[in-house]
């Protein structure tokens, strides 16, 4: 038990870091006229160092323009044109160096008639072959893996998610908060991925950490005997914060776009990735404190407070972070 709570509480610790560790890099290329292509390509950056990665495109495009630079929070964002000859359909497109690092590189590719291509690129898949009308199991595919991946690599949603696990007791209150929580970030996802409600993704972000310090503080207050709303009604406020987290969502898809020609298809399996990614981890918890139970572990009650201010500290860490970002 106490090297699994150091295991914990050194995760704990290391949180703030990881939320920024995590960013995949992103090429989107707009065809603007015939065989003419704009490119962002937008480079994760560490500090002041650029990850040495760079987008190759057919032997037929030559570049138009010097690209321009500029740093954009934690990367480099550069633009420049290319023409293509023969256009980009059929052709490769690869991130040179991707191989060599950990990171995930999200291409997103729009031709003139509206159709979009996205894809995911890996150290182990560093290239694809574009394809003038993207297949619906490409669609499904690409957004399905897109939806699981963000919540599991989101360590902010997932500390939310792990701090109503310390607050709600009972299956059935357990399973109506998850529902809650669902609906909720369900209803604004879609909302604000379409385009009916626009928030500012920078406010919810700050907001979404500060959702995560509320239920620590609950958990204090639980600890001590004292009874808060999360307890009374758990699936109140975890559909009131599960809106917010919606809007979270949004942002990452928004960033990343949407195929025009299927849109609902890419919205509902992003969103089914996501539900997946959050059953996996809710899963994976109640699973670890079972067999704790089993094999007679109870939790020592220094351990649990020092596991609770940790998650608020890092909460608050993020709240305070966040928004000086937009203050």
Request: glycine share 8%; with cysteine; hydrophobic share 50%.
């Amino acid at each position: 038990m106490p090297r699994l709570l150091a295991l914990v509480i050194l995760l704990l610790s290391t949180l703030p870091a990881l939320a920024h560790e995590v960013r995949p890099g992103y090429l989107e290329i707009n065809e603007t006229s015939a065989n003419q292509y704009s490119v962002l390509w937008k480079v994760p950056m560490k500090g002041d160092a650029v990850l040495r990665l760079s987008p190759v495109f057919p032997s037929s495009c030559e570049q138009l323009s010097p690209p321009s630079s500029r740093p954009v929070a934690a990367a480099m964002v550069r633009q420049w044109t290319i023409s293509c000859n023969d256009g980009l359909t059929d052709g490769e497109i690869a991130i040179n160096g991707l191989a060599q690092t950990l990171t995930d590189v999200l291409v997103r590719v729009k031709h003139r008639g509206g159709t979009t291509q996205t894809v995911r690129l890996t150290p182990q898949a560093a290239g694809f072959t574009v394809n003038g009308e993207p297949s619906s199991m490409e669609v499904i595919g690409t957004y399905l893996l897109l939806g699981f991946e963000h919540i599991l690599l989101g360590i902010d949603h997932l500390l939310f998610v792990f701090a109503l696990l310390l607050i709600v007791q009972g299956w059935k209150r357990l399973v109506g908060t998850i529902t809650a929580f669902t609906i909720a970030h369900s209803i604004t996802l879609a909302a604000a991925t379409l385009g009916f409600v626009n928030v500012p993704q920078a406010p919810v972000e700050a907001v979404i950490a500060l959702s995560i310090l509320f239920l620590a503080t609950e958990i204090i207050h639980l600890q001590q005997g004292r009874i808060g709303i999360t307890q009374r009604y758990p699936w109140i406020v975890a559909f009131i914060f599960g809106l917010l987290h919606g809007f979270g969502f949004a942002g990452a898809l928004t960033e990343v776009g949407l195929p025009q020609t299927d849109i609902p298809l890419a919205l509902l399996f992003f969103n089914v990735g996501v539900e997946l990614g959050q059953l996996a981890f809710v899963i994976a918890v109640l699973l670890l404190n079972l067999a704790l139970k089993r094999i007679a572990l109870q939790p020592m009650r220094w351990a649990e407070i020092t596991v609770t201010y940790l998650i608020g500290s890092v909460a608050a860490f993020w709240t305070i972070e966040r928004v000086a970002a937009f203050v």
